[in-house]
């Protein structure tokens, strides 16, 4: 059975691969330092008998309102708005169409539900990979009104904002 819990310290991250570089880097490496040293993200797992099959890293951020889609930007204050930043999400090669990813948002979803109950959250916003982008619109997410940056020779990400109120229920 597959289980979603927060990132411990001695899970066996080593063997990890998602196929992306630049996620496996960052699970293996900084994901636990991230957490434990430097408190600015958790990471969810997806686990099978101790084998982890995903990962989601999320932390608490803020947008400023003229970032949000148009549609979106009604009633809302014109200072920064709280939100749940999922800041990195990859699925094993081998747990690939076993529902893993979706497993994991759903984690980040009730996290955002939360989040707006505790302490504020106007939604959650993901720059989303180029390959990703379909996967996170058909979620609901839409595409942010912000500046697009340089990432070298990364692709570039696009900003994808989900309202509280737009959160699929489970």
């Given at each position: 059975?597959?289980?979603?819990?927060?990132?411990?310290?001695?899970?066996?991250?080593?063997?990890?691969?998602?196929?992306?570089?630049?996620?496996?880097?960052?699970?293996?490496?900084?994901?636990?330092?991230?957490?434990?040293?430097?408190?600015?993200?958790?990471?969810?797992?997806?686990?099978?008998?101790?084998?982890?099959?995903g990962f989601s890293t999320v932390s608490a951020s803020h947008i400023e309102i003229e970032d949000l889609p148009r549609t979106k930007r009604k009633r809302l204050p014109q200072y920064p708005l709280p939100v749940l930043r999922l800041a990195r999400l990859a699925v094993g090669?081998?747990?690939?169409?076993?529902?893993?990813?979706?497993?994991?948002?759903?984690?980040?979803?009730?996290?955002?539900?939360?989040?707006?109950?505790?302490?504020?959250?106007?939604?959650?916003?993901?720059?989303?990979?180029?390959?990703?982008?379909?996967?996170?619109?058909?979620?609901?997410?839409?595409?942010?009104?912000?500046?697009?940056?340089?990432?070298?020779?990364?692709?570039?990400?696009?900003?994808?904002?989900?309202?509280?109120?737009?959160?699929?229920?489970?």
């Amino acid at each position: 059975m597959i289980e979603v819990r927060s990132l411990r310290p001695d899970d066996d991250r080593s063997s990890f691969r998602s196929g992306n570089a630049d996620l496996d880097r960052f699970f293996v490496r900084y994901a636990g330092q991230n957490q434990f040293r430097h408190h600015i993200g958790v990471t969810y797992v997806a686990a099978e008998e101790g084998v982890i099959l995903g990962f989601s890293t999320v932390s608490a951020s803020h947008i400023e309102i003229e970032d949000l889609p148009r549609t979106k930007r009604k009633r809302l204050p014109q200072y920064p708005l709280p939100v749940l930043r999922l800041a990195r999400l990859a699925v094993g090669e081998k747990a690939r169409r076993r529902g893993v990813g979706r497993r994991l948002l759903r984690a980040v979803f009730y996290l955002a539900r939360e989040m707006g109950k505790k302490v504020g959250c106007v939604g959650i916003v993901v720059d989303a990979k180029p390959d990703a982008v379909e996967f996170y619109r058909c979620l609901g997410f839409e595409p942010m009104d912000v500046l697009e940056g340089n990432l070298g020779d990364r692709p570039v990400p696009i900003a994808m904002f989900l309202s509280l109120g737009s959160i699929p229920e489970d």
